[in-house]
């Protein structure tokens, strides 16, 4: 069982890709090559191959660095499942967790959310839906240095207010009100819910 991300970034057209192009390579090419374990193409779209357990927590970070870049924001769909096929890339392989994403991905525009995940598990995925529909109230509207911190918290949960604050060049009191706007214990609440029904399945 794997995961796979298919996205768009939402706003491209009004930015250079040279803004957003490299930040989004360096941050898929931690989880191998491409195009074997991801792909960017069309201009904007992407896809990538994730542990299934990690996919939630990899899909908002995708978020939040993009949305560092102010103004830009990212739609994604989510497909957990098999991989029956290994093609030439990612974006050529297939198996339940390619069309779940696919078709997922399809959906988001008409339901108007930027992010949803297909398991094959009907009940599970109305759950996790709605509390994803429900994040994505306040996630949708981070500001780029909301999205920022939240960036660096999923990358390294253990990280301290006094780490961040220096690491940023600001205030504690700063950093404290950014993870509050930000809404930083409801997203890591969210992820360790979505991660402990994969470690009981």
Request: net charge neutral; aromatic share 8%.
């Amino acid at each position: 069982m794997i995961a796979i991300i298919t996205g768009d970034i939402i706003n491209s057209e009004n930015y250079p890709s040279s803004e957003w192009i490299p930040i989004l390579k360096k941050y898929l090419s931690r989880f191998g090559t491409s195009p074997m374990v991801w792909e960017i193409y069309r201009g904007d779209e992407f896809q990538l191959k994730v542990n299934k357990e990690n996919a939630l927590s990899t899909a908002i970070q995708i978020k939040a660095i993009l949305k560092s870049i102010k103004g830009l924001d990212v739609r994604m769909g989510i497909g957990v499942g098999l991989e029956t096929f290994i093609g030439s890339g990612v974006s050529e392989s297939n198996g339940p967790a390619y069309q779940r994403s696919g078709r997922r991905f399809d959906s988001l525009k008409d339901s108007k959310v930027n992010l949803s995940i297909a398991t094959g598990d009907e009940s599970y995925d109305k759950t996790v839906n709605l509390m994803l529909k429900l994040g994505l109230d306040f996630m949708d509207s981070w500001s780029a240095v909301s999205a920022e911190i939240v960036a660096i918290v999923l990358d390294n949960s253990e990280v301290s207010q006094k780490e961040l604050a220096q690491n940023l060049g600001i205030k504690q009191s700063a950093v404290s009100q950014r993870l509050k706007r930000a809404r930083i214990d409801l997203v890591l609440e969210l992820l360790a819910y979505y991660e402990n029904t994969f470690k009981t399945a």
